[in-house]
């Protein structure tokens, strides 16, 4: 795995006391030649630079009566073109770290002239914080995130409790967050956090796990289904902002 580089104005002796846990590691993965030309080709529409300043997500994406989904993590982007493709009257900022993946969504969004994706590459945690308007969004979506099942590195996940009270800051009344995940320790750590955020209520709580059914706009990725198949589960944990 590759650590994550130091800026060039701190020090490692400086700067390793105070940073900040990342849930990812940025790893340098080739582009291909779509995603390449989709960078330099879609970006200027459809990405969304970095600022320490608050996003009007209204003047984003051209229209105010949208619900407005933050999508975090989307990998090669296939579920988020998919889930705007059937949501047409919501809109989506799409968040990811890695170069591939967003090149691989905007090659998407251009193949299926989709208009209601924006696309974010910086650290979610730096986005919410600096960009994201308290009592902004209608929704949250955390599909799939790195389990780090190793016990030593269960510090690296993204799903901790001060991340979900920063999340709940943003989310408006009503407002739903989202995760699924393919590991059920990893679930079973969800649930509880989210169970703890007295912000949150479980939309399946009278169910005896209090796991949701999956929502029918989250699709089945090929991944997802070749572990059904294989007797795999897959649990959804749907909580609401109250």
Known sequence: MIENPIPPNETPDSDLK????RSFVLRQGRLTKG????LQEV??????EYAEKLLDLNAVFNRVESKKILEIGFGMGESTAKIAQ????????????????VGSLLKLIQEGSISNIRVIQHDVVEVLQH????????????????????????????IQAEFIKQLCAKLKVGAYIHVATDWQEYAEWVLDVLKAES?????????????????????????????????????????VRI
């Not at 995603?35 to 989709?38: D, F, L, S």
């Not at 970006?43 to 969304?48: H, N, S």
């Open 43 to 48: 970006w200027p529409q459809f990405g969304v």
């Open 86 to 101: 059937t949501l047409p009257e919501c809109d989506f900022l799409a968040a990811e770290v890695h170069t591939p993946g």
């Open 199 to 239: 912000q949150l209520q479980n939309t399946a709580a009278d169910l005896t796990q209090g796991y949701a059914e999956k929502p029918s706009y989250r699709p089945l990725t090929k991944f997802e289904n070749r572990g059904i198949k294989l007797g795999h589960g897959v649990w959804d944990l749907v909580f």
């Open 35 to 38: 995603q390449e030309r989709a």
């Open 131 to 158: 960009m994201i308007a308290d009592a902004s969004l209608d929704g949250v979506h955390i599909f799939f995130p790195d389990p780090w099942h190793k016990k030593r590195h269960h510090k690296r996940r993204l």
């Open 18 to 21: 105070n940073r900040r846990i």
